[in-house]
């Protein structure tokens, strides 16, 4: 080990050397930059000027003088208000107040000294008049969220990461559970391409992708900065966004908050679905499920002053904050479907003394019964199948039956959050800055709904902890040259873990008739990962090139465990005449009962050791032109590499347990290229005047990295985790029942054999998989009209290529008649899932921004940006998961089989939204502020987030296997006429003489008549195949608002009222697709109900088949100082 980090370090030091920087990482700094050009009134260069940035919240100066091209610049910028001052022997001053430095933006202050008339002149501008808006020398595409924004607008679960998707090119995901971030994809790219970082360190999920720390103390940010495309090399891994939240410093005053949010059931609206479901008469508490969540939560920051020993202002200052979120329900439930009544245990209880599987089944239920019968299952044995081998009390049971009926669990839901961190900042010299952020996160969730059991000994919980320290020290080396040295340590630790006893040890008994009972296989799983990132960044100006230029090293230690079946699973099913429970109940498997296990370790450890390199030029060609070239290199490392197996071997069973790698992707460079011209005069300033206009453009390549939840799959198939030998009963003549002592006898044989290609499914990854990689380019004008306003209009591109997705190597295929489903393509294997990067994608926007800082109106100081984004995105495939939009993320025609048949699917991707519009708004009424009337009217404040977007696509299916691979998933029925209604469709029919019946009418049809036809026979895909995604939900608008009011206590103290409404007028949103509500048979063309079939409602008042969101709210108090 020691050897290996020797290693590690001299390879550093050789990137070191060779590039002629310090060593560490790709910086993705976040910080600001302000830099300018200082001309006389005849427009020659002023050299050797002085220039001063004064925090005006901590004191600090920093100063520098311009270069023999009157340039000047000041990198690694704490955020913050600024005085920047000019001064040179001979001229007036400039002073300009009021600068607001953002994250990860070069804010460009150029000024014109005129000649003094005395030696005290000073010429004063306001930094809010300086133009500073503009982005005059970059064509990266990025937003500063402020933190008046912040602080103000209501955010859903307090989380700012939601803004995200308030930004052009944004829309909101709708993938199920932890698949990606659920945030928002950006411009064409996937979810999880977004890279999330806090203070310019590495906050990403290494299993699913996605933020892995959820900050929502948001008195505790300083701004959230979210670049979308074209952005500079220093910034990677990122096919998406690049969103980086930074927390706050301490400054020279004492200052803090202590806050407390309630939200309550009290102050949520009814679902229609909960209406609906209430009996007459029932109170509220009935309908709505209580719930109670208080979150309490502190900021404080200042100099650090210890009497008499130290005082730190202007060098030394603190800031620390705490939340504490406490949310419980009533209770959580788990619906089970059949589960024995009361009377039902007493018939059991009666077999229990000489039944052992019986014995077993009423120790798991601890209890739990249903509270009355909808139906019973037949435990009786016919004689002509009734066995005394293996027949637990010798007798067929005549006539005796158990009642069943369907039951809900309830237990307790609780979840608790604690959410800490402190900063310290410590500036040794006035050349030296330095900071040092620590953050805590600990969740226990408990129990929920989706990690129930049939009863508590089968429950699975929640924990979560995560923890990072970061360290930062900015030098200044020259006036010409500063080093930014970041180092970061990050831990991550989510656990799942089983109850113990019999929970532990039980296999998962699967009985059709009966709810199973077990522990699930998912069950125990988690992660850990310790990430060690060192970042450096040298920035350089050398006559008119500011030179960025850096290195990052990053090691992964991790530990994850896969959920495998390690326990058993056993199966039950029918015989001929006898149910499976009471095959069950006698211990024999029916007919293709089993057992299933695994027997490989789920832990594994996918290390990485990930470095990246850039450089970055912007080179002012002009005063009015910068032209801005760079390069990065990624290498992410190739973690499957750590399994025997990661590769993909073909389809010879010989070279299924041959040692096998994975290609190593070395070859990741990403140019980009842009630039930035400010016209002074011609067609583009007029309107506006001189500099009030920038063109910018660029391209960019950039790469996504992997994901562990893909090594998680490939750790639980074979050949990398072995099953048994296959052991499944049969029914036949000669064992009428299967096998006898499946679980009593049979369990306690099973053992690993040779690794068996038959033996469990595989999932492994085509040797030549790569990084995704996508191309962005943008072209657009950005201008500033009255009053600041800023409106940037531009054309937005994406293409994805080598994106992820799915080949299935060994689908079942037709018989020789084409009539049915026959054998696998090899009949050596079983299923294999090979994951490839094969996909691609394609993205075109027009994209409009209007935006403004708080800027004074005759009802009051209002702060808002709107956009509005008219895209289309497409590809093939939109997950390598399953989506909520499909049933699957299989090729709908196997490419294997039907070379080619991936571009079949090429269509709207489950990301496409044509219209989107988003804006978010701060109003600070305007009223009266002191005595009582400025109590009562004034100190109110409204601030608003107003999403409107178009529906979102999804497939229609055929509800027969076309293809008969032995998968109904994703096979799409033919169109008829497309001019017919959406909703009407055709099913085979052997009644009518065109061969074809609408189910909803009962008419028989001509495929001229409907616009869908089911397709029953062979028929993988024909010219008349509807495509994937053809439809789209209805639209959606939503307003959240969030009304404040401000008390003035005393001269330090204020507090403040906050009631957040979201969906304030309660839309009802049909806008997402019906696989997220598990309404999937109202889009299959032979399935769905009669009058059902893409109904958004069904007529039914207590059913809908799309997702509501009903208005919901929360209410605070906050005490400021």
């Known amino acids: 080990m020691k050897n290996r980090y020797w290693s590690h370090y001299t390879t550093a030091m050789l990137i070191v050397f060779s590039l002629l920087v310090t060593a560490s990482l790709w910086a993705q700094t976040s910080r600001g930059t302000v830099a300018g050009t200082i001309i006389d009134p005849s427009g020659a260069v002023i050299k050797g000027a002085q220039v001063s940035l004064r925090s005006a919240a901590t004191g600090i100066v920093r100063e520098t003088t311009t270069n023999g091209d009157g340039f000047y610049r000041f990198d690694a910028v704490d955020l913050g208000v600024y005085q920047v001052t000019a001064d040179n022997q001979g001229f007036a001053a400039y002073k300009v107040d009021n600068v607001q430095v953002p994250a990860n933006k070069t804010l460009t202050l150029d000024m014109t000294m005129k000649l003094a008339s005395t030696s005290s002149e000073v010429i004063n501008v306001e930094g809010s008049l300086a133009g500073l808006e503009l982005q005059r020398t970059e064509e990266r595409r990025a937003e500063t969220i402020p933190q008046l924004e912040i602080k103000e607008v209501p955010l859903v679960g307090q989380n700012s990461l939601n803004l995200l998707v308030t930004v052009p090119g944004a829309v909101q995901t709708e993938l199920g559970g932890s698949l990606d971030s659920g945030i928002g994809a950006i411009n064409g790219a996937r979810a999880r391409s977004n890279n999330f970082l806090i203070d310019g360190m590495d906050n ?233 952020r620590w953050y805590w996160i600990d969740f226990n969730g408990g129990v929920t709904a989706g990690t129930a059991g049939l009863s508590p000994a089968f429950d699975a919980s929640q924990t979560n902890r995560q923890l990072s320290g970061a360290f930062t020290d900015t030098y200044v080396i020259s006036p010409r040259a500063t080093n930014e040295f970041r180092f970061s340590y990050g831990r991550a630790h989510l656990d799942v873990p089983i109850q113990p006893g019999i929970g532990a040890t039980l296999p998962r008994f699967v009985v059709s008739g009966i709810s199973s009972f077990g522990t699930s296989s998912t069950f125990p799983q988690g992660r850990v990962s310790n990430n060690y990132q060192y970042q450096d960044t040298v920035a350089m100006v050398r006559g008119k090139h500011s030179v960025r230029t850096g290195v990052e ?363 989107v519009w988003e804006s978010t708004a701060v109003l600070q009424v305007c009223g009266p502020k002191t005595g009582i009337l400025g109590q009562a009217f004034g100190g109110w404040t409204l601030a608003t987030i107003l999403p409107v977007s178009s529906g979102q696509p999804y497939t229609v299916i055929n509800g027969t296997d076309r293809d008969l691979d032995g998968s109904l998933a994703g096979d799409r029925p033919d169109a008829g006429n497309w001019n017919a209604p959406f909703n009407s469709r055709a099913k085979i029919s052997t009644t009518c003489s065109t061969g074809l019946i609408n189910p909803d009418s009962g008419a028989c049809v001509t495929a001229n008549d409907v616009r869908w036809i089911q397709v029953a026979a062979y028929n993988p895909t024909s010219a008349r195949t509807g495509h994937r995604n053809s439809l789209y939900t209805p639209g959606s608008v939503t307003m959240h608002l969030n009304i404040l009011k401000n008390f003035k206590l005393t001269e330090r103290f204020g507090l403040e009222y906050r009631a957040e409404i979201f969906n304030l007028f309660n839309n009802q949103n049909f806008n997402f697709a019906p696989f997220l509500s598990g309404g999937a048979s109202t889009v299959i063309v032979r399935d769905a109900a009669k009058g059902n079939f893409l109904n958004f409602s069904n007529g039914d008042s207590s059913e809908t088949n799309f997702t509501l969101t009903q208005r919901n709210m929360r209410m605070g108090l906050k005490l400021s100082f």
Request: proline share 8%; glycine share 10%; hydrophobic share 35%.
């Open 553 to 915: 090293l990053l090691r992964q230690l991790a530990r994850q465990s896969a959920p495998i079946n390690s326990r058993s699973i056993v199966t039950y099913n029918p015989s001929t005449g006898v149910e499976a429970f009471s095959n069950f109940i006698d211990d024999f498997s029916g007919d293709q009962g089993n057992i299933a296990k695994q027997f490989g370790s789920p832990v594994y450890r996918p290390n990485l050791f990930r470095w990246s390199l850039f450089v970055q030029d912007a080179w002012q060609l002009a005063p009015t032109f910068t032209l801005n070239a760079g390069l990065r290199y990624e290498n992410f490392g190739q973690p499957a590499n750590i399994f025997t197996f990661p590769a993909y071997s073909g389809d010879n069973p010989a070279n299924f347990t041959v040692p096998n790698k994975v290609r190593s992707p070395n070859k990741n460079f990403g140019p980009s290229l842009g630039f930035a011209w400010s016209p002074q005069s011609g067609p583009l300033t007029w309107g506006s005047g001189t500099g009030k206009t920038v063109v910018r453009g660029g391209y960019q390549l950039t790469y996504d990295t992997f994901f562990n939840n893909l090594l998680s799959n490939m750790a639980a198939g074979a050949p990398n985790n072995p099953a048994n030998l296959p052991i499944i009963g049969t029914a036949n003549g000669s064992t009428p029942r299967g096998l006898a002592g499946l679980n009593n006898t049979l369990l306690s044989t099973v053992t690993v054999g040779p690794l068996n290609p038959l033996a469990g499914s595989s999932n492994q990854f085509d040797p030549n998989i790569t990084n995704p990689r996508y191309s962005h380019f943008s072209l657009g004008v950005q201008r500033e009209v009255t009053g600041g306003t800023v409106v940037d209009l531009s054309y937005v591109g994406g293409l994805g290529r080598h994106i992820f997705n799915n080949l299935v190597t060994n689908p079942f295929l037709p018989n020789a008649t084409k009539t049915a489903t026959g054998a696998r393509l090899n009949p050596a294997f079983g299923p294999r899932t090979i994951r490839a990067s094969e996909a691609t994608s394609n993205y075109h926007a027009m994209q409009l921004e209007v935006r403004n800082h708080l800027i004074q109106t005759m009802v009051g100081g209002i702060e808002f940006r709107s956009s509005y984004t008219w895209s289309r995105n497409m590809d093939q495939t939109s997950e390598v998961f399953v989506t909520n939009n499909q049933n699957t993320s299989n090729p709908a025609v196997n490419p294997f089989i039907f070379p080619g048949a991936l571009q079949d699917d090429y269509g709207p991707s489950d990301n496409d939204r044509r219209h």
């Open 204 to 436: 990403n999920d290494i299993s699913v992708a996605g933020p892995v720390a959820t900050l929502t103390n948001n008195d505790a940010l300083q701004e959230v900065s979210i670049q979308t495309s074209n952005f500079s090399a220093e910034y990677g891994r990122a096919g998406g966004a690049v969103v980086n939240q930074i927390t706050k410093s301490g400054t020279n005053s004492l200052h803090g908050t202590a806050a407390w949010v309630y939200r309550s059931e009290v102050f949520n609206a009814t679902t229609l679905p909960q209406r609906a479901g209430a009996g007459p008469g029932a109170s509220l508490h009935d309908i709505k499920p209580p719930f109670k969540e208080n979150l309490p939560a502190f900021t404080i920051g200042g100099p650090v002053v210890i009497p008499h020993l130290y005082d730190g202002r202007n060098k030394t200052f603190f800031f620390a904050a705490g939340q504490w979120d406490r949310f419980s329900a009533g209770a959580d439930q788990a619906q089970f479907s059949n589960v024995p009544t009361a009377q039902g245990v007493a018939v059991l209880q009666s077999l229990a003394p000489r039944c052992p599987n019986v014995a077993l089944y009423l120790n798991s239920l601890q209890g739990l019964t249903a509270p009355s019968a909808a139906g019973t299952i037949d435990i009786s044995v016919p004689a002509s199948t009734f066995s005394s081998t293996g027949s637990c009390n010798g007798t067929a049971r005549t006539g005796l039956t158990v009642p069943m009926g369907p039951v809900t669990r309830t237990f307790p839901s609780v979840q608790l959050t604690n959410n800490d961190q402190i900063r310290i900042d410590h500036n040794p010299s006035d050349r030296q800055f330095m900071s040092f």
